[in-house]
């Protein structure tokens, strides 16, 4: 089995317009472009901006995929 979500997250690195099909256990599928996971703070979405500024303290993200909320740590 190949790691489909690392090898597209390499990709991105070479090609910002990678897009992401993701198919979740209950059928949904998500198309979303792989950028997104490399976004910097000021492209983040207003209520992840506003979480991220309300954190305090010690953070632990689990399944942290690229490290883009960890970046910003």
């Not at 690392?6 to 990709?11: E, I, R």
């Not at 690195?13 to 703070?41: C, K, M, N, Q």
């Amino acid at each position: 089995m190949k790691d489909t979500f690392g090898l597209s997250l390499l990709s991105c690195l070479e090609d910002t317009t990678t897009v992401h099909e993701l198919e979740r256990d209950d059928g949904r599928i998500e198309v979303f472009e792989v950028s997104w996971y490399y976004a910097p703070f000021k492209q983040w979405h207003p209520i992840e901006q506003e979480l991220a500024n309300r954190a305090r303290g010690r953070i632990l993200e689990v399944g942290c995929g690229s490290g883009r909320v960890m970046k910003h740590f």
